[in-house]
């Protein structure tokens, strides 16, 4: 009876109603939306490091991360077979890392060069995908593919010669030129500023490194399993010889950085919240206030006061349930438009952002677990303001009330 | 009679100075050519490479890696207080800047510094007779050298044990500033070498690191052969063998 009583009373005025849940809509609809492009930000910065390069998980020897020295490199036979075993790693990309000075003319600029073996690097970071110009390497040849970056600043096009000067394997002597027979581009401003990728064998040619590689990047079927083959090949490898990370523990910047500013964005959401809370309850309290002369009338007639009480919280309840629904249902393709259209900034923002590392690109996560989130906070929300009214019915005096 | 002393130890006794002075002409040479084994030995590996070197006076100096061979060709040249650097395999030049000098040249316990590094142990020290000891069961002199005020040194003070009869180097320790020792050079296997009788064999220690060792063993040396000045150009630096 009470629930019919709550119900009907939504629908007897409907501009009450509308504004209610329409402001509960708005608030479900902007918390989920900068929800989603904080993450989708954050997201996209992550696959852009760790897919398209580093990946979820890699094997050096140990100390190696550390130092990020190429004497740390170890041979490629012995270690590899029993990794590419472990059940959820679908590949293991041997690479032989180290930093170099490329020169162009005049120009010189510091570069990470890796020695890749192409198809199976292509088969998790997607490089030939990457190219922008010109071809991908294969195996056996004596030619470098750059990012866009590197290839601006030296001023190098499509067919140059790209000289490289380093310290090699125990310290020999380490200088190649190279043709560059393809141009890449990374979305990560950082990638995209010191890449040049070797085939491996004229990598270790370069570093005088015969056979040896510096780490391992597994590619993994997925990327829940992280946990569980970083158990199994810390229990199968010489821990003492080997280190086996996640991605967490090869970039702890990446991941302190993200919690900071997630850590940042509470207080934006406190206010977010605060801001959403006092638009419902203004609303909220309107309706009491109007209706004031209504619940003294219900009162006096023999109503019970909670009786009355309950029906209007179920009344607000209900709003709230509708708002969120609603508030979702809007939120889907909203978000999902940000998602396919990111947003991107332009001019000194973007260059300021690249500095941070960040490509200047938001695309928005949809996941449905920020909109059921985001609407469960507001309609929690939306029931403690609700109590309002029962304070309020609580204290009535009915005879002031229907005099108004 | 006090005279007559005087003179006899004038002759039995030469001043600090004048064994360095002997020791240096000894060891340098008008101009010298020499090939040298370099090894460079670290506790967990060991490289070795083959050097020609040519050098005159402390000015000029060329040298070439002559293996393994994927340096070969590789050569550094030494004029006055620059280096130049040749890599063949990519057709290059390059002048080490400033900011190199102390990276260690080819991965050995030397610097690049070390190469172009124009002090000489005559003049640009002062030297004090500390006593007499013995090195490699050979009877040393044992000297300290202080450098002078405004002498281009990096180090605080060197001591250095100088063999009685021959003015052999055997033994140097270099100490920085603040007295800590930073390296040993060891003059090992004196033999006649280029019609002089010299230590064959040189090892650098580096006090701090342990198991590190730079060690570089005479193959031939020839002195007082002539060499032009101009021998020692970037030009010639390509093409020499």
Known sequence: MLFTLAWRNIWRNRRRTFITAASILFAVLFASFMDSLQRGAWDNMISNVVNYYFGYVQVHQDGYWKEQSIDKAFSLADSLEQIGMVDGVSAVLPRLESFALAAAGETTSGVMVVGIQPEVENGMTDLKNRLVEGQYLSEEEEAVLVASGVAEKLGLKL?????????????????????????????????????????????????????????????????????????ILRAQLDTSAYEVMDWEELLPDLVQARELDTAGNVIVYFILYMIIAFGIFGTILMMSKE????????????????????????????????????????????????????????????????????????????????????????????AVLALYPIFKIRKLQPVQAMRG | MPLLAGILTAQNDPTAKEIIQKSDQKMRGETNIATIKMSIIRPSWQREMILKSWAKGTDYSLILVTSPARDKGTAFLKREK??????????????????????????????????????????????????????????????????????????????????????????SEFYDEDGYLVQTIFGKQ???????????????????????????????????????????????MKRVK
């Open chain 1, 159 to 231: 067919g140059d010669t790209l000289v490289l000067i380093s310290q090699g394997y125990h310290g020999v002597n380490a200088a190649g030129k190279y043709p560059i027979k393809g141009i890449a581009k990374f979305g990560s401003p950082d990638l995209n500023n010191q890449m040049v990728y070797l085939p491996l064998p004229a990598a270790q040619y370069f570093y005088g490194a015969p056979g040896m590689v510096t780490s391992l990047a597994l590619k993994l079927d997925d990327q829940e399993d992280i946990p569980e083959v970083v158990g």
């Open chain 1, 291 to 382: 209706r004031e002369y209504e619940f003294g009338v219900l009162i006096s007639i023999g109503l019970q006061r909670w009786q009355l009480a309950f029906s209007v919280w179920i009344e607000v309840i209900l709003l709230g349930l509708t708002g969120a629904l609603a508030g979702i249902l809007l939120s889907m393709p909203v978000v999902y438009y940000f998602k396919v259209n990111p947003i991107r900034i332009g001019g000194e923002m973007a260059s300021s952002l690249e500095k941070f590392g960040f490509e200047p690109v938001f695309p928005a996560t949809f996941d449905m677990q920020i909109f059921l989130m985001q609407a469960l906070y507001v309609f929690i929300l939306t």
């Open chain 2, 82 to 171: 620059e280096i130049w650097n040749w890599q063949p395999t990519i057709d290059r030049t390059i002048k080490m800047p400033p900011s190199m000098m102390m990276q260690s040249w080819m991965g050995s316990d030397f610097t690049n510094d070390d190469l172009v590094r124009e002090s000489s142990i005559v003049t640009d020290y002062e030297h004090k007779l500390m006593g007499m000891d013995t090195t490699e069961n050979l009877a040393c002199y044992k000297i300290k050298l202080i450098p002078k005020p405004d002498a281009p040194v990096v180090w605080g003070e060197i001591v250095t044990w100088i063999s009685k009869e021959e003015y052999l180097q055997l033994k």
């Open chain 2, 190 to 236: 004196v033999k006649e070498m280029g019609s002089r009788l010299i230590p064959s064999v040189l090892e650098v220690v580096p006090a701090d690191e342990e198991g590190h060792k730079t060690r570089l063993e005479y193959l031939s040396l020839e002195f007082d052969e002539p060499i032009n000045p101009s021998f020692f150009s970037t030009q010639n």
